[in-house]
């Protein structure tokens, strides 16, 4: 069987995933003039047959039965009558309230409605494994979806087996999509007659229960400072590293499939879909983007710190993109502002980190002689730290753009002060980059000191400082610092060698 109006799945932030008319077609169009008398008898009486077929109440078959697990071709007939007395009642209250037809059909709509809200519940309840985030989002990638019931050729089908005509899609995205159609009819249907509030209790109820499980499988929970203050380093560690994954995660499918299937099940309703959306994952959201807030807050200031923020920085940069679109909503507009909280909150946590590491360099009172003038443990840890924020190259630009330019330093003079260039460049990443290897400098001229030998002294220094263009040179501080510093201090450091 062919598939009919396919729709790609895309986001937009101003109108649902999924766009068209997907409800189930009904049988009736409302006449210009109107219905007559024995036409609505007639539609009114098709109703009632079907609508007590499947009352909970008076049939114990119906009790125990999905309607749309038992018979596809039952339950498009049932959603198609409910349709055609929805449209008797609009056009005979129009005519006469008190009309016995619109009581009858009001009384078969309550009991039709009370049916919907059932298997509304069964199939998100009985396909909780199929309706995931993760099973949503990763057949959403990668298929399109028909467009509605009316779509399928009924005849040509007695029994309703869609399996056979979705020959493109594995039979657990089958499930899925079937599902996610069922839903979508339900949801129209009783929408469409005045039963949104039922229907989105239901729905909140349950998906809501869903995300919330889900993050707290990925170890997501509400943090305090204080708690986090007092956690042991490698605990820390582990909760960041968990951190990291949930949000790779939670991007990819948690919330990202929520979004897909809340779109998809409630298309004919953008305020519907938006408060649904909002209620079910505002909670979860806030509390995954709010943790590096608090971390960045630890007062822990050890200068290795700094990568645990860059990393966070660096996780909810690159998922900004999916961020604003997934969360467009207004109303849930917190999540987005928690998340540009976050890197706020980190951006200045970097950059006092940064100044704590400037400082330790300037306080370093180690009296340590490397034997034969050679590379110093300052020296190899200051690089290894710079070259490990080089790979952060534009995360750091991003925190550092509006960060004023270094003060002009306060160091002493040294005899090859020139090596480092103190004026100001284009990019404030620079001349902050700049600064640090300045302070290094600097501290390699005081220790440079304890040697006795003046040939040893040179030979110290032009090691080290060679070791610095070195470790520039291969590693990503070459983009950071231009070529251009680089050839200009390689000719500085060899006039310094040849002076020895």
């Given at each position: 069987m062919p598939q009919k109006g396919m729709r790609s799945l895309c986001f937009n932030p101003e109108t649902p995933l999924f766009q068209g008319s997907m409800s189930p077609s009904s049988s009736i169009t409302s006449p210009a003039s109107g219905f007559s008398e024995s036409m609505i008898e007639q539609i009114?009486?098709?109703?009632?047959?079907?609508?007590?077929?499947?009352?909970g109440e008076t049939s114990s078959y119906a009790k125990v039965t999905s309607m749309f697990y038992e018979s596809k071709r039952e339950a498009v007939h049932f959603i198609r009558s409910v349709n055609d007395l929805r449209k008797i009642m609009h056009f005979v209250s129009g005519q006469d309230s008190g009309s016995k037809n619109l009581i009858r059909a009001q009384s078969l709509m309550q009991i039709a409605m009370k049916r919907l809200q059932k298997e509304f519940y069964q199939i998100l309840s009985m396909n909780r494994a199929h309706l995931d985030p993760e099973s949503v989002s990763t057949r959403s990638s990668r298929t399109s979806t028909q467009s509605s019931f009316s779509d399928y050729d009924y005849?040509?089908?007695?029994?309703?087996?869609?399996?056979?005509?979705?020959?493109?899609?594995?039979e657990v995205e089958e499930v899925s999509f079937m599902a996610m159609s069922d839903l979508k009819s339900i949801a129209d249907c009783m929408i469409s007659s005045g039963y949104a509030k039922e229907c989105v209790q239901i729905y909140n109820m349950i998906r809501k229960s869903i995300i919330n499980e889900g993050i707290y499988k990925l170890g997501i929970e509400k943090v305090s400072l204080s708690k986090i203050n007092k956690m042991e380093s490698g605990v820390l560690n582990l909760k960041i590293k968990d951190w990291l994954e949930a949000m790779k995660i939670s991007m990819r499918t948690l919330f990202t499939g929520e979004?897909?299937?809340?779109?998809?099940?409630?298309?004919?309703?953008?305020?519907?879909?938006?408060?649904?959306?909002?209620?079910?994952?505002?909670?979860?959201?806030?509390?995954?983007?709010?943790?590096?807030?608090?971390?960045?807050?630890?007062?822990?200031?050890?200068?290795?710190?700094?990568?645990?923020?860059?990393?966070?920085?660096?996780?909810?940069?690159?998922?900004?993109?999916?961020?604003?679109?997934?969360?467009?909503?207004?109303?849930?507009?917190?999540?987005?502002?928690?998340a540009l909280n976050s890197m706020a909150r980190l951006s200045e946590s970097v950059r006092?980190?940064?100044?704590?590491?400037?400082?330790?360099?300037?306080?370093?009172?180690?009296?340590?002689?490397?034997?034969?003038?050679?590379?110093?443990?300052?020296?190899?840890?200051?690089?290894?730290?710079?070259?490990?924020?080089?790979?952060?190259g534009n995360i750091l630009t991003d925190i550092i753009s509006d960060w004023p330019p270094p003060a002009k330093s306060s160091l002493p003079e040294i005899s090859f002060y020139s090596l480092v260039s103190n004026e100001s460049s284009a990019a404030p990443i620079s001349d902050h980059i700049s600064q640090l290897i300045l302070v290094i400098v600097c501290k390699l001229d005081s220790k440079a000191k304890?040697?006795?030998?003046?040939?040893?002294?040179?030979?110290?220094?032009?090691?080290?400082?060679?070791?610095?263009?070195?470790?520039?040179?291969k590693s990503n501080l070459h983009s950071l610092l231009s070529t251009e510093w680089i050839t200009k201090h390689k000719v500085k450091?060899?006039?310094?060698?040849?002076n020895l």
């Open positions: 009114i009486d098709t109703a009632a047959i079907i609508v007590a077929k499947w009352d005849d040509a089908s007695p029994d309703y087996e869609i399996g056979a005509a979705k020959e493109s899609i594995s979004r897909i299937l809340c779109d998809f099940v409630f298309s004919s309703s953008n305020s519907i879909r938006e408060s649904c959306f909002s209620e079910i994952t505002k909670e979860g959201a806030v509390l995954l983007f709010e943790f590096p807030e608090v971390v960045a807050k630890v007062k822990k200031s050890s200068p290795e710190r700094i990568f645990q923020l860059l990393g966070m920085y660096t996780a909810i940069s690159d998922n900004w993109p999916e961020i604003k679109t997934i969360f467009s909503f207004e109303s849930i507009s917190a999540s987005r502002s928690q006092l980190l940064l100044l704590d590491f400037e400082s330790m360099i300037q306080k370093d009172s180690s009296k340590t002689i490397v034997p034969g003038g050679g590379i110093h443990p300052l020296t190899i840890y200051s690089m290894n730290y710079l070259t490990a924020l080089a790979d952060y304890y040697y006795k030998d003046v040939a040893v002294l040179y030979l110290f220094l032009a090691n080290n400082l060679q070791y610095v263009i070195s470790r520039i040179h450091i060899t006039k310094i060698i040849l």
